[in-house]
Antibody, heavy 117, light 106 residues
């Protein structure tokens, strides 16, 4: 069955780089796009960016200068790297699949990242 | 980017009551999508293509709308429906979400 699972450090120091991995199962990264969406505590959902099935990427303009998304298709993994982290980047980070450039049909469980010294 | 405005922000409903959540877009969109999120869990696709129920969604839920105005309706509220609901569009990139409507049991 389709699964996505995020992994990464729970705590990152301010100004450091966040590295997260989304490991997928039940589908191929060459057939589906995978997005990153984050949610600060008690707040709404913010789309961060996408890696298309073709390998191209698109980022939220507000994060573009700090964000990079890549993938290893052979390992069924998608990677997020975001630098210069600040306290306002504290959030639960989700990866999600989109089947048709319209909506997100499967989501990972999320990983909570706290930015603090 | 297209801004989605949901109302109300919070609503409390009694079991059996009819509930409607609205989502207004800053520009016309072709379809609206809705997600249900319960506390501590990831969002779940709830309604797609404006009015189609995702797998497993009870038929007391319905979606409607067009252009810049969309809504999610629960015909008869049940306790398990207490959650936060988000609308989402992707008629233009980037995809955007509404700020959410928290639905509570009265």
């Amino acid at each position: 069955q389709v699964q996505l699972k995020e992994s990464g450090p729970g705590l990152v120091q301010p100004s450091q780089t966040l590295s997260l991995t989304c490991t997928v199962a039940g589908f191929s990264l060459t057939s589906y796009n995978v997005h990153w969406v984050r949610q600060p505590p008690g707040k709404g959902l913010e789309w961060m960016g996408v890696i298309w099935n073709t390998g191209g990427t698109r980022y939220n303009s507000a994060l573009k200068s700090r964000l990079s998304i890549s993938k290893d298709t052979s390992k069924s993994q998608v990677f997020l790297k975001m630098n210069s982290l600040q306290t306002e980047d504290t959030a639960t980070y989700y990866c999600a699949r989109d089947p048709n450039w319209e909506f997100f049909d499967y989501w990972g469980q999320g990983v909570m990242v706290t930015v603090s010294s | 980017e297209i801004v989605l405005t949901q109302s109300p922000t919070t609503i409390a409903a009694s079991p059996g009551e009819k509930v409607t959540i609205t989502c207004r877009a800053s520009s016309s969109v072709s379809y609206m999508y809705w997600y249900q999120q319960k506390s501590g869990a990831s969002p779940k696709l709830w309604i797609y293509d404006t009015s189609k129920l995702a797998s497993g969604v009870p038929n007391r839920f319905s979606g409607s709308g067009s252009g810049t105005s969309y809504s999610l309706t629960i015909n008869t509220m049940e306790t398990e429906d207490a959650a936060t609901y988000y609308c989402q569009q992707w008629s233009s990139t980037p995809p955007t979400f509404g700020s959410g409507t928290k639905l509570e049991i009265k």
